[in-house]
């Protein structure tokens, strides 16, 4: 039904990201998850293995925390290696065309940071654009980002509350893809 | 004087980057240069060695090509893995308060692709928030990020001329942070 690229090198130490898949898992059999920091710790991705599995799918997540603004290293490295040339784009590279790709992330701060004058100075959509114009440069209809602030415990929030946002917008996700 | 942190993944296969860098060598030895695709071929990255690099210098220089409107992965775990809390940030993390940061960047197609109606629809600029944002966030001073735009043979540019392009940019990149 849908595809989840999981960008968390780390999936034992996250909070969030954690209870956020095991909902998904729990109410969504149909969504094929891959969890990049497990199958490949080394960054060797497999990049024909992962080209099939988009081929399966119309509708791509990328469901990952924001690390320095940005996606984890090994999520782009699965862009650099699995959008290849022929593949995402160039004279043959049409395969991901028409396909949906909704990008799916957690932020430690809470969004009132993410302004000017806010401890993060941007707003948080500001970040994404390196993925709006991949998604079109391949093809794909990107939809807007989805985001779930405030998964650190630094603001206040105890990892039970945590987890239960997590449910909570792990269920919105769902409702947006479905 | 500055140390320069190249985030080509494989320099032996760039043309750019691999002329910048040579004419840098030639022309200014007080230059440090750490390779990342050569010395962490497996990403495999020593943070303490980079924040030791890092300490060594007042202007931090990050070459690299853009990868998919954004930093090759190799240079993005860099990130990941070195500005570490209590060294870039946190209540004892000022170790890069004040140094300058300058981001210098290969682009395959030309500048006027780079804007509304061109082939990449946003101007270059806008892709370059996280790394700004990074910057404010350890405290440093983000120098406006300098751009070499039509690397890619794809638009009609001879090796040579790419090569004696690159020449006169890494003279222009030196002027700069002199």
Do not use: C
């Not at 209870?19 to 497990?38: H, P, W």
């Not at 004279?91 to 065309?97: A, E, M, T, W, Y």
């Not at 401890?119 to 970040?127: D, G, Q, S």
């Amino acid at each position: 039904m849908a595809l989840l690229i999981l960008g968390h090198p780390q999936l034992g130490k996250s909070i969030a990201n954690k209870a956020i898949i095991k909902e998904i898992q729990k109410n969504n059999s149909e969504i094929e998850i891959r969890n990049l920091g497990e199958l490949y710790p080394d960054f060797n991705i497999n990049a024909e293995e992962e080209q099939k599995a988009l081929l399966r799918h119309e509708t791509v997540i990328l469901q990952y925390p924001l690390y320095w603004y940005n996606m984890p290293a090994i999520l782009k490295h699965w862009f650099d290696v699995v959008f290849e040339h022929q593949f995402a784009y160039g004279s043959k590279g049409d395969k991901l065309k028409g396909k949906k790709l909704l990008t799916s992330v957690t932020v430690g701060s809470l969004e009132k940071e993410y302004k000017p004058f806010g401890k993060h100075n941007f707003r948080t959509t500001e970040f994404f654009k390196n993925i709006e114009q991949t998604a079109y440069f391949a093809q794909m209809t990107f939809l807007d980002p989805m985001f779930f602030h405030g998964t650190s415990a630094v603001d206040g929030f105890t990892e039970d509350e945590i987890k239960e946002r997590a449910k909570r917008y792990a269920n919105l996700l769902l409702s947006s893809v479905v």
